[in-house]
């Protein structure tokens, strides 16, 4: 049985979506990520400010967490 015009169209028409789908997927996880490592810095920067004795621990936890 030969396929006919549409099928072969429905074939590249799923392949775009799911390239279309990963693409925006990694997207929002890059960006999620980046808040978060935001989020992450200015909480250490909010740590060194109240308690400026504890930066250089506040700042190696921080570096380290985000490695």
């Not at 808040?35 to 400026?52: D, H, K, M, T």
């Amino acid at each position: 049985m030969a396929q006919g015009a549409g099928a072969a169209d429905n074939e590249f028409t799923v392949n775009s979506s799911k390239a279309l789908a990963a693409g925006l997927g990694f997207g929002l996880v890059a960006g999620l990520a980046g808040i978060g490592q935001g989020l992450v810095g200015s909480r250490a920067a909010e740590g060194a400010a109240r308690n400026p004795g504890a930066s250089g621990s506040v700042m190696t936890l921080m570096i380290i967490g985000l490695a």
